[in-house]
């Protein structure tokens, strides 16, 4: 099970995949948890999924959680697959509960009433590719998994 959870190659193709998905939604996820970026933190968050968003508390939680540290673990290539496999379902939910409404197009021009899912759906594919490919050279998987095989 380890194996399979820190498998990867020695590609740098996974770290630019990484690296882009993780410094793309740590912003996001500092929102939520830190309130950092304008964001309302971990209470004004979770209180805004809890109620007017209707989410159950432990996903708001799960949300919350894996937006912030999972951007973090990408980054860092800890946990790839996992931290990857659990923004890609982030983006999933939010593109299709949330922004599917809007359309596909980001709200350039602020023409529409709210944000489209091509950023969604350009985060999946990146989840999509980092679940397969893990976090490549230069990632802590990458280490871990010469330990777990050796």
Not at 45 to 63: D, K, N, R
Not at 69 to 86: E, W, Y
Not at 113 to 129: D, Q, R, T
Request: no cysteine; aromatic share 14%.
């Amino acid at each position: 099970m380890l194996e399979l959870l820190f498998s990867t190659s020695d590609s740098i193709v996974p770290l630019v995949l990484r690296l882009t998905l993780g410094i793309v939604i740590f912003p996001h996820g500092a929102q939520k948890l830190l309130g950092w970026f304008g964001g309302y933190g971990f209470k004004g968050t979770y209180g805004y999924f809890t109620g007017q968003a209707g989410l159950p508390g432990i996903i708001a939680f799960l949300v919350i959680i894996g937006e912030s540290l999972g951007s973090v673990a990408l980054v860092l290539g800890f946990l790839t697959k996992f931290s990857a496999l659990s923004i890609g379902i982030i983006m999933l939910g939010a593109a299709f509960l949330v922004h599917r409404p809007n359309g596909f197009f980001i709200n350039w021009f602020g023409a529409q009433k709210g944000e489209g899912m091509e950023f969604h759906l350009l985060a999946i594919g990146l989840s999509i590719a980092l679940v397969i490919t893990g976090g490549g050279a230069f990632s802590v998987d990458y280490f871990l998994q010469s330990l777990i095989t050796n």
